[in-house]
């Protein structure tokens, strides 16, 4: 819950967010999405309508290619609103958090261990893949350029606008991310992201998910 400064308490909804008078909603990772659009990050940067961050000095960055934005002290928003802080901890919008071994600490405290294939389930059904995607109980799955492929095998774009998969099955997106029928997610700079957490870099190595 949320005390105001007269006192008045403020019960969060049932996805864990408290909307405060203000019309700017407070989300479960910590978060403050303003009535512009904006979003006040932890560290003080603020991420704006137009995807670019303004940092704490009032200089702006940029979104990459794959839409993420690097900070210079090492946090990295994506498209999807996980926050990658420069410990390596991941905050989640539900306010879960992945912590670098790979467990999730829910908003309770309570750890979750990963299973065998690294995978995580949520106590909302939703399940959390080592490469950063998220299986919903609906059967869509939350992408990291903040894409959701759906059940039928489109994806739905952030700006809502539908893409279809190819002859082959893979599906392009405008961003320049090509997501295949085994689940492989190319982002536009060439890296693959596996769903086991390894990444293949553009050189043919492959990073393993402990680095």
Do not use: F, H
Request: proline share 14%; glycine share 14%.
């Amino acid at each position: 819950r949320v005390r105001l400064p007269d006192g008045t308490l403020l019960e969060p909804k049932a996805d864990g967010s408290v909307a405060m008078p203000d019309g700017s909603v407070l989300l479960p990772n910590g978060t403050l999405r303003q009535p512009d659009g904006s979003i006040l990050l932890p560290n003080g940067a603020v991420k704006l309508p137009d995807g670019r961050v303004r940092l704490p000095d009032g200089s702006l960055v940029g979104p990459n290619a794959d839409g993420t934005v690097a900070m210079p002290d090492g946090t990295v928003l994506y498209p999807n609103g996980y926050l990658q802080m420069p410990d390596g901890t991941v905050l989640l919008p539900n306010g879960c958090v992945k912590l670098p071994d790979g467990r999730v600490r829910l908003p309770d405290g309570t750890l979750l261990e990963p299973k065998a294939d690294g995978s995580v389930a949520m106590p909302d059904g939703s399940v959390l893949l080592p490469n950063g995607t998220l299986r919903q109980p609906d059967g869509s799955i939350l992408l990291p350029n903040g894409a959701v492929k759906l059940p039928d095998g489109r994806v739905r774009l952030p700006d809502g606008s539908l893409v279809g998969p190819n002859a082959d099955g893979t599906v392009a997106m405008p961003d320049g991310t090509v997501l295949y029928p085994n689940g492989y997610l190319q982002m536009p700079d060439g890296t693959v992201l596996l769903p086991n957490g390894c990444v293949k870099l553009p050189d043919g190595r492959v990073r393993l998910p402990d680095g």
